[in-house]
């Protein structure tokens, strides 16, 4: 793992949010400012800001680097970059952060609860930025669907508490589906903590892919991997080589 940058993180006291975010990227410069010119209140309230760079070779470590509290590379893989912001986090809980991701404004409020619940993990609504009529209805079911199940996905900005992250070993080291095999592992240990409270994530892949297509894909995947086919397998689906 390399060292990109590291900046002084505010020092944490009793009256700080114990939360370290952990952001990984690759090639996010056109969101990742966005995304961190939203966290710079949190900032001041005592949250650790970690982005993991992936390899990018556009402006996202440059863009990113004082924004944050530390900036740092390490091998490409989003439960990779995961583990190792994790790492380095020292608060109380950790909560992963995608770059197109923006996680409600009364997050502070929200945070208090996290003193009085049994839970030890959790994840927020979704709402997905600007979407159509169809995609609307696509949230409420993706919604409905975390709360009855217990199983989220990375947009809904997964949370836990750091002890019981490196209880579990964090992330397990696959290419896809990292947050689907997170949440079947720490629901044996809790009963998430759902809060509704929306996180609101871009629809960039469902406009740029087409909506109906992306969902049967996701569904075919989610499918497959529950019949046991391998993450490698499903992320060559996920993420079919680009034509010449």
Request: with cysteine; proline share 6%.
């Amino acid at each position: 793992m390399d060292k990109a940058s590291m900046n002084d993180s505010p020092a944490a006291d009793s009256d700080s949010l114990p939360l370290s975010i952990i952001i990984p990227v690759l090639n996010e410069a056109e969101e990742i400012y966005p995304c961190l010119r939203r966290l710079q209140a949190l900032r001041k309230q005592g949250v650790q800001v970690i982005v993991v760079d992936g390899g990018s070779d556009d402006d996202t470590i440059a863009v990113a680097t004082p924004l944050a509290d530390q900036v740092i590379s390490c091998d490409k893989g989003r439960a990779r970059q995961m583990n190792a912001g994790a790492a380095l986090a020292d608060r109380q809980w950790l909560l992963f952060l995608h770059a197109d991701t923006r996680l409600p404004v009364n997050l502070p409020d929200i945070m208090v609860v996290f003193n009085f619940t049994s839970s030890v993990w959790g994840f927020f609504g979704v709402k997905v930025r600007g979407a159509p009529a169809l995609l609307r209805v696509v949230q409420w079911f993706m919604n409905k669907r975390s709360f009855l199940t217990s199983i989220s996905t990375g947009d809904q900005c997964q949370f836990v508490k750091r002890a019981v992250f490196e209880q579990i070993d964090g992330f397990a080291d696959i290419p896809l589906m990292e947050d689907i095999e997170l949440s079947k592992r720490l629901k044996r240990q809790s009963r998430p903590l759902f809060v509704s409270a929306k996180a609101e994530t871009s629809g960039r892949k469902w406009q740029r892919d087409g909506i109906w297509p992306t969902i049967f894909l996701m569904w075919r995947l989610r499918l497959a991997y529950f019949f046991g086919v391998s993450p490698t397998l499903l992320e060559q689906r996920y993420y079919p080589p680009e034509k010449p």
